[in-house]
Each structure stands twice: as structure tokens, then as C-alpha cells.
């Protein structure tokens, strides 16, 4: 199957500084990649969407200026945390649409951010 | 995107097989049903998808109801590896590509 990456799998950082997060698609081309946070015992909740070479799509109640995503080429996207805060502490999780006849999308193996 | 229903948690004996039930009682006619699962502290795992006909891959069998308002993921063979949450999902196939994700059923497979 289609095998997407993440790294870091974790972080720790400090309260005020910014953290960037990597989501690779590494056998396949993904036009449009997601964003999902989950905190402790509660399902995935979807931050955003981004597609390749246009700006990203934010859920509601997400605030664009804080996560900020970039999805410069058909294999990449990158989230960074801005001036992360100790709420901000969670396992964020991307995703990756294969398109084509299953039009599946896979999921990275996540990165446990810490702020402390 | 339709709501779908899940228990919240199953038991299975290893080596039994896991039915997990579904109810999608607003499916539309376009929209396919999705399985992933989640092991604790992972990303989740794609396990299967269809759209009307039963389907069948080298991790499980996906039962659709033939009014399509219900489906069963069936994994023939459980094992303690497969204690995970399961979602089902139902998604328009090229219509939205987001995958809403609710509770989903904690299944726990013991010796």
C-alpha cells in the first residue's frame, strides 16, 4: 500500500517558540494532503486540507495564522505550529489522497507534540 | 457527508472472528463506505472500502446490506494485533475528500 511519512514523530519545545512538522508521500504523488489533531481519548479531528501549490483550506475554529501550511510539491506538505503553547500539545496526524480508482487516503504515523 | 453509528467497544476471542457493525442509514447513492483502523499512538491504517458489492482484501471482508444502510467489517481471524479503534466512514467518492471521523468502536481482542 501507499506509505506516507512524518517527521518528527515527536517534540518537545518550549512555551513561545515554533515547531514545524513534515508529511511526505513516499510512493505516490498526493495533490491534496490533510491536517488532523487528536488529543488524549477523543477521535481525529480535522485541522485542514491543502493542495499542492494553492493556499490551504481551514476547518472552522482554526486559526490560519497559528498553523500554518505549506504543500510546496506533489510530495510534501508541512505544518508548523507558530508560537506553540501548552494547549497546543497533541498528536497531529496527515493524511494523503492516492486519487485514482480507489481514491483512498493514507495516513502518516503521526507526531506527538509536547510544549511545555 | 452521511453520519454513521458504531458500538462503542467489542470483545473478540483471538483466533474468532471480529464482526464490527455500521449503521449508515442516510448513505447516499454516490458515497462509498471506508474502514481504517487506529492502533493506540499511530496514524490510522486503511483496512478496506466499497460501495454496494461485498468486498474482500488480504486484511477483511466488508459486508454491505443491500439498501446499503448498514455494513460489517469482518476479520476472519482475530488476532491481539488487531486491537485497535475501527472507524467506518462513508465519503463521496470524488465529491469531498474529507474523512469526518467519529468515536468509532474500541475493539479488544483477548487470549
Known amino acids: 500500500g501507499a506509505v506516507v511519512s512524518q517527521h518528527p514523530s515527536w517534540v518537545i519545545c518550549k512555551s513561545g517558540t515554533s515547531v514545524k512538522i513534515e508529511c511526505r508521500s513516499l510512493?505516490?504523488?498526493?495533490?491534496?494532503m490533510f491536517w488532523y489533531r487528536q488529543f488524549p481519548k477523543q477521535s481525529l479531528m480535522l485541522m485542514a486540507t491543502?493542495?499542492?501549490?494553492?493556499?490551504?483550506?481551514?476547518e472552522q475554529g482554526v486559526e490560519k495564522d497559528k498553523f500554518l501550511i505549506n504543500h510546496a510539491s506533489l510530495t510534501l506538505s508541512t505544518l508548523t505550529v507558530t508560537s506553540a503553547h501548552p494547549e497546543d500539545s497533541s498528536f497531529y496526524i496527515c493524511?494523503?489522497?492516492?486519487?485514482?480508482?480507489?481514491?483512498?487516503?493514507?495516513f502518516g504515523p503521526g507526531t506527538r507534540l509536547t510544549v511545555l | 457527508d452521511a453520519k454513521t453509528t458504531q458500538p462503542t467497544s467489542m470483545d473478540c476471542a483471538e483466533g474468532r472472528a471480529a464482526n464490527l457493525p455500521c449503521n449508515h442509514s442516510?448513505?447516499?447513492?454516490?458515497?462509498?463506505v471506508y474502514w481504517y483502523r487506529q492502533i493506540h499512538s499511530q496514524g490510522p491504517q486503511y483496512i478496506i472500502h466499497?460501495?454496494?458489492n461485498n468486498e474482500t482484501n488480504e486484511m477483511a471482508s466488508l459486508i454491505i446490506t443491500e439498501d446499503r444502510k448498514s455494513s460489517t467489517l469482518i476479520l476472519p481471524h482475530a488476532t491481539l494485533r488487531d486491537t485497535a479503534v475501527y472507524y467506518c466512514?462513508?465519503?463521496?467518492?470524488?465529491?469531498?475528500?474529507?474523512?469526518?471521523f467519529g468515536t468509532g468502536t474500541r475493539l479488544q481482542v483477548f487470549p
Open positions: 493524511s494523503a489522497r492516492a486519487g485514482g480508482y480507489t481514491d483512498t487516503q493514507y
Open positions: 510512493d505516490f504523488q498526493a495533490t491534496t
Open positions: 491543502s493542495n499542492e501549490g494553492s493556499k490551504a483550506t481551514y
Open positions: 442516510t448513505i447516499s447513492g454516490n458515497e462509498y
Open positions: 466499497g460501495l454496494k
Open positions: 466512514i462513508v465519503r463521496a467518492y470524488l465529491n469531498t475528500d474529507k474523512l469526518i
